[in-house]
């Protein structure tokens, strides 16, 4: 268990990690990339609203976008204007204030961004705005944005090493320290399953004397409704005893008997031989619906276990007349186990309610076939430790347990 309860605690610790970590660098660079832009575009309408000129620093020294008109900006800036006739035949071109770019490219470049159909965005490196202008014109804003686009990306992997690395640290520190963690936890864990086999044990002592007390009485007065309704108690809390020293010591079973290949075909095929006798003294039906040669590995011992409380459990609730059906069969990697049996008293919104232990959807006919509302819960468990899932449905007055498990 304290193995189980450190894989949890690491994985859920460990996701949540990644997902913040993934959420802040996304944050970080989707911020960053749009900081950039907002700039560039910042710099293209001043460049628009002052005739495709710099104003000064003291006229405009603060804009939109985080941008700052210097000294330097008209020199920092590297930018070219394009006048597009309005039956694109004729360009006007502007490229004294950038080196890259000519009267031989720019012409190729107007045209890819007019036939992008948008007014604005990026081409390689290269930004750019349209702006409609008198008589039909369209003049065309061209800005080099190699140097902060180099940047941004030189800042996203840096991101990802960062976060990478503080995400393998924390595993590391977490697989060192996880054990201090969770060791509360596991203590309190294994004192609760202590105590209940202990006093399990401590209660078959006074049982058994009571037990061999009543024999006693019986012997010397003869037999008579008190005794044998103390009988009947004992033996009832007999079997709760049993029961919950089997639910706590589940797991240790699951944990110290190593697993084994088996056919698991075998084990439903002998569990249904064994009910199907009780199920006709009961006037119930029983068939099968088995895939030969199915074979999984696993806790042999505790599968059995699982075929057996809910065939037991299927045949104890079964309808008077109705019929009990069990299925086997393979479903990829996977093995279906399906019991189903008429039950139309159920109530279908208690379902999940099921598998709790010591809930009963009917105590008085738990208490006279001997229920104790744990059969489900261990199967449940068993399911579990086998990596599978085990899960109830009721449709037309049928009430379906199905265990999907792995088979290997």
Same mark, same amino acid.
């Given at each position: 268990?304290?193995?189980?309860?450190?894989?949890?605690?690491l994985?859920? $610790?460990?996701?949540?990690?990644?997902?913040? !970590? #993934?959420l *802040?660098? +996304?944050?970080?660079? =989707?911020?960053?990339?749009?900081?950039?832009?907002a700039?560039?575009?910042?710099?293209?309408?001043?460049?628009?609203?002052?005739?495709?000129?710099?104003?000064?620093?003291?006229?405009?020294?603060?804009?939109?976008g985080?941008?700052q008109?210097t000294?330097?900006?008209?020199?920092?800036?590297r930018?070219?204007?394009?006048?597009?006739?309005?039956?694109?035949?004729?360009?006007?071109?502007?490229?004294?204030?950038v080196?890259?770019?000519?009267?031989?490219?720019?012409?190729?470049?107007?045209?890819?961004?007019?036939?992008?159909?948008?007014?604005?965005?990026?081409?390689?490196?290269?930004?750019?705005?349209?702006?409609?202008?008198?008589?039909?014109? $369209?003049?065309?804003?061209?800005?080099?944005? !190699? #140097?902060? *686009?180099? +940047?941004?990306?030189? =800042?996203?992997?840096?991101?990802?090493l960062?976060f990478?690395?503080?995400?393998?640290?924390?595993?590391?520190?977490?697989?060192l320290?996880?054990?201090?963690?969770?060791?509360?936890?596991?203590?309190?864990?294994?004192?609760?399953?202590?105590?209940?086999?202990?006093?399990?044990?401590e209660?078959?002592?006074?049982?058994g004397?009571?037990?061999?007390?009543?024999?006693?009485?019986?012997?010397?007065?003869?037999?008579?409704?008190?005794t044998?309704?103390?009988?009947?108690?004992v033996?009832r809390?007999?079997?709760?005893?049993a029961?919950?020293?089997?639910l706590?010591?589940?797991?240790?079973?699951?944990?110290a008997?190593?697993?084994?290949?088996?056919s698991?075909?075998?084990?439903?095929?002998?569990?249904?031989?064994?009910?199907?006798?009780?199920?006709?003294?009961q006037?119930?039906?029983?068939?099968?619906?088995?895939?030969?040669d199915?074979?999984?590995?696993?806790?042999?011992?505790?599968?059995?276990?699982?075929l057996?409380?809910?065939?037991?459990?299927a045949?104890?609730?079964c309808?008077?007349?109705?019929?009990?059906h069990?299925?086997?069969?393979?479903?990829?990697?996977?093995?279906?186990l399906?019991?189903?049996?008429?039950?139309?008293?159920?109530?279908?919104?208690?379902?999940?309610?099921?598998?709790?232990?010591?809930?009963?959807?009917?105590?008085?006919?738990?208490?006279?076939?001997?229920?104790?509302?744990?059969?489900?819960?261990?199967?449940?468990?068993?399911?579990?430790r086998?990596?599978?899932?085990l899960?109830?449905?009721?449709?037309?007055?049928?009430?379906?347990?199905?265990?999907?498990?792995?088979?290997?």
């Amino acid at each position: 268990m304290s193995r189980s309860l450190r894989r949890r605690f690491l994985l859920i $610790t460990m996701l949540s990690l990644t997902g913040t !970590f #993934l959420l *802040l660098g +996304t944050a970080i660079n =989707v911020g960053n990339y749009r900081r950039i832009t907002a700039r560039i575009d910042a710099i293209i309408d001043v460049l628009y609203e002052n005739d495709w000129r710099f104003p000064s620093a003291e006229s405009n020294p603060d804009l939109s976008g985080g941008f700052q008109i210097t000294e330097e900006t008209a020199f920092e800036t590297r930018y070219c204007i394009a006048r597009i006739s309005a039956d694109r035949k004729k360009i006007e071109i502007d490229t004294a204030h950038v080196a890259a770019l000519d009267q031989e490219n720019v012409p190729g470049i107007v045209e890819s961004i007019l036939d992008s159909g948008h007014s604005k965005g990026y081409l390689g490196y290269y930004r750019y705005h349209c702006y409609d202008e008198p008589g039909g014109e $369209t003049a065309i804003v061209i800005v080099d944005c !190699f #140097l902060q *686009l180099q +940047t941004f990306y030189a =800042v996203l992997p840096l991101t990802l090493l960062v976060f990478t690395c503080s995400i393998v640290v924390v595993f590391l520190l977490l697989c060192l320290l996880s054990g201090y963690v969770i060791r509360p936890f596991s203590i309190n864990m294994e004192k609760q399953k202590r105590f209940i086999t202990d006093i399990s044990h401590e209660l078959k002592t006074p049982l058994g004397i009571i037990s061999a007390n009543m024999g006693v009485v019986e012997l010397t007065k003869g037999k008579d409704e008190w005794t044998e309704s103390t009988k009947n108690q004992v033996q009832r809390m007999d079997r709760l005893i049993a029961e919950l020293i089997e639910l706590s010591k589940a797991e240790e079973t699951a944990c110290a008997n190593p697993p084994t290949v088996f056919s698991v075909s075998a084990l439903a095929e002998e569990t249904a031989g064994n009910f199907l006798t009780l199920a006709k003294s009961q006037d119930k039906k029983f068939s099968t619906e088995i895939e030969t040669d199915l074979n999984m590995k696993g806790q042999r011992e505790q599968i059995l276990r699982l075929l057996t409380i809910l065939t037991d459990n299927a045949v104890k609730y079964c309808d008077p007349g109705g019929t009990v059906h069990l299925e086997l069969r393979q479903k990829r990697r996977q093995i279906i186990l399906r019991v189903s049996n008429p039950c139309e008293n159920l109530d279908a919104s208690k379902l999940p309610l099921l598998f709790e232990r010591f809930y009963r959807a009917d105590a008085s006919r738990a208490r006279s076939s001997g229920g104790y509302g744990i059969g489900l819960s261990i199967a449940r468990s068993v399911t579990e430790r086998h990596k599978g899932k085990l899960t109830a449905s009721f449709q037309n007055g049928i009430v379906t347990f199905t265990a999907t498990l792995p088979r290997s």
